[in-house]
């Protein structure tokens, strides 16, 4: 299967800014950040195409930025003007997503 190593994440004051790096053991042609806060279900946050063609959750339009290395099988969300609300576990996967998940990245956002 392939494996799904998330980073980045971390603690920061709101209206700051983190950027999330996911590096795939193998090419994923539809890839997506989700995300978990505590007592809520896991959403997808965006996604992204190999052709480069995104989808952002309403919330986040604006904000954040996702974007991939092919080359690499990275794929990336900058996460800018976060609020307390962003706070959550954040994963990236295929979209639709595997049956599994990785550790996923805490973000953290607080004054």
């Known amino acids: 299967q392939v494996q799904l190593v998330e980073s980045g994440g971390g603690l920061v004051q709101p209206g700051g800014s983190l950027r999330l790096s996911c590096a795939a053991s193998?090419?994923?042609?539809?890839m997506g950040w989700y995300r978990q806060a505590p007592g809520k279900q896991r959403e997808l946050v965006a996604r992204m195409s190999f052709e480069g063609v995104t989808y952002y959750v309403d919330s986040v339009k604006g904000r954040f930025i996702i974007s991939r290395d092919n080359a690499q099988n990275t794929l990336y969300l900058q996460m800018n003007s976060l609020k307390p609300e962003d706070t959550a576990v954040y994963y990236c996967?295929?979209?639709?997503?595997?049956?599994?998940w990785g550790q996923g990245t805490q973000v953290t956002v607080s004054s």
């Open positions: 996967n295929k979209y639709p997503s595997f049956q599994y």
């Open positions: 193998d090419t994923i042609l539809n």
